[in-house]
């Protein structure tokens, strides 16, 4: 009997684990099992349930858990979704500023109705002057075909006058189409651009007649888009000579002559006279203020000399030396695979133009050296004279540049086109 009781006893217990096991399946391979004997009195399932309490609740526990994850992962998918929507419309915009900025050749700034005028009729002025000058040539040339051009040119600048006349009754009365002003805009830009390029062709054949470096750069607006790129780079430079001249009557400031940048360092040689500060000159983003008085509408011959030895350096005006100083960049030298720009400053290698640093005026016999000029040889540059020396590191040729944005080439020779 007692043998029977045993073996009841260890069936009940063999089936209540065998039960749980069967429970616990749902828990995954990594589950332990306990098991419990029951005694013969008392109720299997009751038992069972009994015994399976702490696993249901661990299981709703992990049911609760991973409802909260699932819940987790689906903010986390919405909330980059919404940041994938924001970037692409945070691209977008930046394009169409790019857009609009690639198309306001005006200025790096939004302009008003009256700036816009004012550029539009400085703009048509100066291509006025160009083609009067063409046609005095094509005259004395008897070039049947220039004059054909000049004509054909003529009646597009008509045309234009005619729209900014335009333009400027619609301001007048307030009409609604100056909705359309940037479409209107493009297309005046558009057609300004087109001029240009048909003057530079026809100019192109007066090149034949004058010598490589018998030739100034007129800069006639204050924009973003004029501007010439010299097509080699500078060397290594421990010392340097820059000459030039200069005609410009711009005010507040005449702008940026040149500007030298390199990979790290957009101001790696700046000549620049922005808004009521002095001229200055900057090497390695260090700066020195130059003694210059050149905004007066006439030719004046400027030169600098540096040396990386204590940084000194020396400011020349029309032959005359106007001062010195030191510990400009000392020890720094001029680091070369840069680039060369004349009209414009450099914020970033070979753009980020601003049009209020932009130079206004004409620029001529441009010169760099890789030494230091004696007050001799300076002097022979300004007067002109038969001895004068080009520059070895760069020599004003228009072979040598390419030109942008409408900014001209006409004969020069100095001393003899001086005011």
């Known amino acids: 009997m007692r043998a029977t009781k045993t073996g009841i006893s260890w069936r009940l217990f063999l089936f209540s684990c065998l039960f749980l096991e069967t429970s616990s399946q749902d828990f995954g391979a990594q589950t332990q099992f306990i098991c419990t004997s029951v005694p013969k009195d008392m109720d299997i399932c009751a038992a069972t349930l009994q015994n399976s309490v702490p696993g249901e609740d661990l299981k709703t526990t992990v049911m609760q858990l991973r409802e909260t994850v699932l819940q987790q992962k689906e903010t986390i998918m919405n909330q980059k979704e919404t940041i994938r929507e924001l970037t692409s419309k945070l691209s977008r915009c930046e394009s169409q500023r790019k857009d609009a ?38 005259r004395s040339n008897n070039s049947v075909q220039a004059s054909s051009l000049k004509d054909l040119l003529q009646s597009k ?28 805009r493009g297309r005046v830009e558009s057609t300004l651009t087109s001029i240009h390029q048909r003057i530079t ?10 010598p490589l470096d018998k030739f100034q750069l007129t800069f006639p607006l204050r924009t973003n888009y004029m501007y010439a790129k010299v097509k080699k780079s500078l060397p290594e430079m421990y010392a340097l000579t820059v000459c030039m001249w200069l005609k410009s009557n711009a005010s ?95 914020d970033t290698l070979g753009g980020g133009f601003d049009a209020t640093q932009a130079f206004v005026g004409d620029l001529a016999n441009f010169h760099i050296w890789d030494r230091k000029l004696s007050v001799g040889e300076i002097y022979n540059l300004a007067t002109c004279s038969s001895k004068a020396q080009v520059g070895n590191v760069f020599a004003w040729m228009e072979t040598s540049l390419d030109i942008y944005g409408g900014a001209s080439k006409w004969t020069f020779e100095a001393c003899r086109q001086l005011n």
């Open 252 to 346: 507040p400031g005449v702008g940026t002559p040149f500007s030298y940048a390199v990979p790290g360092q957009a101001n790696e040689l700046v000549l620049i006279e922005w808004g009521n500060n002095p001229m200055e000159i900057l090497i390695n983003d260090k700066v020195a203020k130059l003694p210059f008085l050149i905004n007066d509408g006439k030719w004046h011959h400027i030169c600098v000399t540096w040396t990386t030895r204590d940084g000194v350096w020396e400011a020349f005006q029309d032959g005359v030396k106007r001062g010195s100083g030191e510990n400009l960049a000392p020890y720094h030298p001029i680091k070369p695979q840069g680039l060369l720009i004349l009209g414009q400053e450099q």
């Open 101 to 138: 900025g690639s198309k306001n050749t005006m200025g790096d700034v939004s302009r008003g109705p009256a700036d816009t005028l004012t550029q539009l009729s400085q703009t048509l002025q100066s291509l006025k002057q160009r083609l009067e000058n063409l046609e005095q040539f094509s």
């Open 157 to 184: 600048i008509d045309d234009l006058e005619k729209q900014v006349l335009s333009r400027v009754n619609s301001i007048e009365e307030g009409k609604p189409g100056l909705r359309n002003e940037t479409e209107q």
């Open 201 to 210: 062709d026809l100019e192109k054949g007066q090149r034949d007649n004058r």
